[in-house]
């Protein structure tokens, strides 16, 4: 089970790290924010795509395919319910450019694509490991590619979208290959009644996408490429940190019940948020040209905003899966709810006023507030404890020892005076909840 649980999170960590690094290079190689805005925007509609075909039907899926014996019956509908889906995306695709005369929306010609692939029919079977690997395949022939644009300086835009395509071909391929089951389904004309079924849980899955990447597609309409661009950059290290976090607690997923358990994952989580933002608190310019460049200096306070939003959003990374492990479905349906429409306003708003410019990273930091705060209400027997508060209050005195060697020292001695008091705090951490460990 160990074994299994580190070769799954070493094909998601390099998948994350790969996704992140391909950016990050052709920043560093000096693509235009032109060229980097459109991978955004690819990115951005791939992940609201997926949370539209998805829209609830997935997850009753897999947890169906993993205790049905019937479960390629379940399967094959769910994939004729996601392929209809994926052509009602074309067709509305195709409206929104002769609507608009935007070539953008031609993105949508990808969900078809998309709609192939059944790695959360490999979840539900026991093939965590290959789905795991077609993650970083997924996610990897993109990443190389960028790469190999930046050694090349050849910002091919056509080149990216074709290798998009492709590496969403061959995890489509093999996924089927390892369930034995067909590729190529006919739609289903009633489709958009098991679609109806789930309305409240497929918003969910919307609000989860938009409050990271999903929000770029929402905001195309109404920010500049360059806004785009900056916020996409922040949101690649958002979304990295994030699925660092993920880890961890989908290792420990079935001890969410035991709430000394479920504390030690929110403790765990919680570090990693606490430090992703004392760094960019702290260091936003180091950080900017250490995995970007010069040219976005200019956005660090944008880092510094996803960095008090990963803070808040770190509080409890177990509330959520605990809410639906516990069957507090409806606490958990509203809370994201809200806090998507809480973020969408929040976006509208702001995009029409001197402070577009964060509105962006705003609407996300607006909606995980929202988001926090309703799972805090619906869930305060957990959260708030006296236990909870002693350690955060531990942590606020490590940040007002950064706080007193930042505004002593010199920038780069204070960077490695803080470095060492947080590896201290890591192994007087692991030395304390080392029976928790074991």
């Known amino acids: 089970m160990i074994k299994k649980i580190l070769v799954i999170g070493l094909f998601t960590g390099l998948a994350h790290l790969l996704s992140f690094y391909g950016v990050s290079f052709i920043v560093k190689m000096n693509a235009d924010k032109i060229f980097v805005s459109k991978i955004a925007e690819i990115e951005s509609a791939i992940a609201l795509m997926l949370s539209i075909m998805s829209f609830g039907l997935q997850q009753v899926a897999t947890r169906d395919i993993a205790i049905k014996d019937n479960w390629r019956k379940v399967l094959i509908l769910t994939q004729k319910n996601r392929l209809s889906m994926s052509l009602f995306l074309v067709s509305l695709g195709l409206f929104l450019y002769m609507f608009t005369n935007d070539t953008y929306y031609f993105i949508f010609f990808l969900a078809p694509f998309l709609a192939l692939n059944v790695d959360y029919a490999l979840y539900g079977r026991g093939f965590s490991v290959q789905a795991s690997f077609l993650s970083l395949i997924k996610v990897g022939i993109p990443a190389v590619v960028l790469i190999i644009l930046g050694l090349t300086r050849v910002f091919s835009f056509k080149i990216y979208i074709i290798a998009t395509i492709v590496s969403w071909l061959i995890i489509g391929f093999f996924s089927n290959k390892i369930l034995n089951v067909l590729m190529l389904l006919k739609p289903r004309l009633g489709f958009i009644k098991s679609y109806l079924k789930r309305i409240k849980i497929g918003f969910t899955d919307i609000a989860i996408t938009t409050l990271k ?51 030690l994952i929110d403790k765990m989580g919680f570090v990693l948020g606490f430090i992703f933002f004392s760094i960019t608190f702290f260091y936003p310019n180091e950080i900017i040209t250490f995995l970007f460049t010069d040219d976005y200096i200019s956005s660090k306070h944008l880092f510094t905003m996803i960095g008090f939003t990963m803070l808040i959003s770190s509080i409890s990374i177990s509330v959520s899966p605990r809410m639906l492990l516990l069957k ?63 350690f955060l209050m531990e942590l606020g005195l490590l940040f007002i020892i950064f706080a007193l060697i930042y505004f002593n020292f010199e920038t780069q001695v204070s960077l490695l005076l803080n470095t060492i008091c947080f590896v201290l705090y890591g192994i007087y951490f692991m030395i304390r909840h080392k029976k928790q460990f074991l």
Do not use: C
């Not at 976090?245 to 479920?262: H, M, N, P, S, T």
């Open 213 to 263: 990447l999903g929000i770029l597609t929402l905001a195309k309409p109404l920010y500049e490429e360059t806004i785009i661009a900056n916020a996409f950059v922040v949101l690649k290290i958002y979304v990295l940190v994030k699925g660092i976090q993920r880890v961890i607690f989908q290792a420990f997923y079935k001890d969410l019940v035991d709430e000394k358990k479920a504390f």
């Open 328 to 390: 507090r479905d409806k606490g958990y349906i509203n809370s994201y709810l809200y806090a998507l429409i809480g973020a969408l306003i929040f976006l509208l708003i702001v995009s029409k006023t001197s402070f577009y410019f964060y509105g962006i990273i705003g609407a996300i930091l607006f909606g995980e507030t929202i988001l926090n705060l309703l799972f805090f209400f619906f869930s305060k027997g957990d959260i708030f404890t006296y236990e909870r508060l002693w």
